[in-house]
């Protein structure tokens, strides 16, 4: 009986994404934000797909901030017809689902800048899974400071490849971007004493 129990448990477990949090691939926090000579992107916004054919791990857009801190979001496939409207939209709707089930932010991830590649590195999630969140590491050419192209989406979870084609993400301009202070591993004493001074 016992050991049915345990079995059962274990399998809800496994079937509600509440088991650890697989840190595989995340490194970046070590590394510099921006090695010397890279280019260097804009952080006083948000980079938007250029047209979206689909979701891939809902990331659709992404936030960059002066720390190497990043988010990555979804967006709504009409966006660029109204940047200003869908922006708020989603901003509002992300605050109340944070407020509502009490929770803070929890796939922000950090991003390195080498010449001209830039390598993100954000936590994916999916209550099927048996962890609660894993890494999964995307990599774009930055083709100018609005524009990156993205070429790689690796899951750490799956050890697979998400990304079926390139995908072009473009800058747009605005005040309203998601406080970057909540992270959820930001007390971690490995984290803490990793950290590069870049990222302080």
């Known amino acids: ?10 399998l809800f ?8 949090v697989k840190w595989e691939g995340f490194s970046n926090y070590e590394k510099p934000v921006r090695f010397e000579k890279s280019v260097k992107l804009k952080t006083n916004g948000v980079y938007v797909v250029d047209s979206v054919n689909g979701y891939i791990n809902s990331k659709e857009c992404y936030y960059l901030y002066n720390n190497g801190l990043c988010l990555p979001n979804s ?3 009409n966006f660029w017809k109204n940047p200003k409207y869908y922006l708020d939209e989603e901003y509002n709707r992300m605050l109340k689902y944070q407020e509502k089930y009490k929770i803070k932010p929890d796939v922000f991830g950090q991003y390195s800048i080498s010449n ?3 390598c993100f590195q954000v936590f994916g999630a999916n209550n099927n899974e048996f962890f609660r969140r894993w890494v999964i590491e995307d990599k774009g050419i930055i083709v100018n400071d609005s524009t990156i192209k993205l070429f790689s989406s690796y899951s750490y979870l799956r050890k697979i490849e998400l990304l079926d084609k390139p995908k072009t993400l473009l800058f747009y301009k605005t005040e309203i971007k998601p406080d970057s202070t909540k992270l959820f591993y930001k007390n971690k004493k490995w984290y803490k004493k990793g950290l590069h001074k870049s990222r302080k």
């Not at 009986?1 to 274990?10: A, E, S, V």
């Not at 477990?13 to 650890?20: E, K, R």
């Open 1 to 10: 009986m016992r050991k049915t129990i345990y079995m059962l448990i274990l």
């Open 75 to 77: 967006q709504d496939k």
């Open 116 to 118: 001209d590649t830039i």
């Open 13 to 20: 477990i496994s079937s509600c994404g509440i088991g650890p």
